[in-house]
């Protein structure tokens, strides 16, 4: 699958936002519980055109409604109601496409209005980014990890969409060294 490479990093940036939630509906570790953890976050993907000093409580809260709405759309049980969710997200949004060269980039395609919260700048070019997803009819590579206990979220962009786990270094791994031990214990 050619996926260009704001798409790509789009697509970082939801499945990041998203595994800031907690686990599960018990776990109470939300690693963007506060102002200082989302001007980290966005300071770590160099969100662009938006002022980390001037981020407060309301964009944190906005921040948390974006990123359940990015959950709704990977749990979406179909193609149309994937679409839905992302033409409703973009809308809010107030998508606003334009062409931009900043930072040394090339030309690529900003979605969010000038000035945008990050809520909406966050709602916008990662909605579009699912929504290529969907378009391509690729929907079935946002997945949840089959790790027990674990719900992180990736886009699997394998050739042959076998990925299972977020990541084959912890998840993968640990369910590997699990199953090589159960049967160790049978033998």
Same mark, same amino acid.
């Given at each position: ?15 990041? !936002?998203? =595994?800031?939630?907690? @686990? +599960? &509906? *018990?776990? /109470? ?55 839905? !969710?992302? =033409?409703?997200?973009? @809308? +809010? &949004? *107030?998508? /606003? ?91």
């Amino acid at each position: 699958m050619l996926i260009n490479h704001d798409t790509r990093c789009a697509l970082g940036h939801t499945v990041d !936002l998203l =595994n800031t939630r907690p @686990a +599960d &509906a *018990g776990d /109470t570790g939300d690693a963007l519980a506060d102002v200082a953890a989302l001007r980290a976050f966005v300071a770590e993907h160099g969100v662009s055109d938006v002022r980390v000093e001037k981020l407060g409580a309301d964009d944190l809260r906005a921040v948390h409604r974006v990123r359940d709405r990015f959950a709704d759309i990977f749990a979406a049980p179909s193609d149309r109601a994937a679409a839905e !969710l992302v =033409n409703a997200l973009v @809308a +809010d &949004a *107030g998508t /606003t496409p334009q062409l931009t060269d900043h930072d040394g980039h090339g030309w690529h395609v900003h979605y969010f209005a000038p000035g945008a919260s990050v809520a909406d700048h966050l709602a916008a070019d990662c909605g579009m980014a699912l929504g290529f997803i969907v378009v391509a009819g690729e929907r079935e590579r946002l997945r949840w990890c089959g790790a027990p206990g674990c719900g992180h979220a990736f886009v699997d962009l394998s050739r042959n969409r076998s990925r299972r786990y977020c990541s084959n270094r912890t998840c993968g791994n640990r369910l590997h060294v699990a199953a090589y031990r159960a049967r160790q214990r049978e033998a």
